[in-house]
């Protein structure tokens, strides 16, 4: 079964930077457009940003701010998020990239990586 493990993530003061991880066990990594999901409390789940054959794509919300990477030797998928705001705050997953539509319907999710920043 695929398995997704975040990690690296972390309190900061506003402005800060963190550079998130994700260890991905797949054998179809390389090829798939993998992408990074946030959640904060009392909110669902969103997308963040995706990374695959067309480059990198961002949510409005981070663009400019966060830079998504891979290193597909490693299966390891990559957040570096600078000038991080309060809003930012929320727990961190990695997954397939995932059309708005299902992700109601995708259950396989890792454990997340929380960033908490303050103000």
């Known amino acids: 079964q695929v398995r997704f493990v975040e990690s690296r993530g972390g309190w900061v003061q506003a402005g800060g930077s963190l550079r998130l991880s994700c260890l991905a066990s797949m054998s179809t990594f390389s090829t798939n457009t993998m992408a990074w999901y946030r959640q904060a409390p009392g909110k669902q789940r969103e997308w963040v940003a995706a990374i695959g054959d067309g480059g990198p794509r961002y949510a409005d919300s981070v663009k400019g701010r966060f830079t998504i990477s891979r290193n597909n030797a490693q299966n390891t998928l990559y957040l570096q998020m600078n000038n991080l705001k309060p809003r930012d705050t929320a727990l961190y997953y990695c997954?397939?990239?995932?059309?708005?539509?299902?992700?109601?319907?995708?259950?396989?999710w890792g454990q997340g990586t929380q960033v908490t920043v303050t103000s």
């Open positions: 997954n397939r990239n995932i059309l708005p539509e299902l992700m109601s319907s995708v259950v396989n």
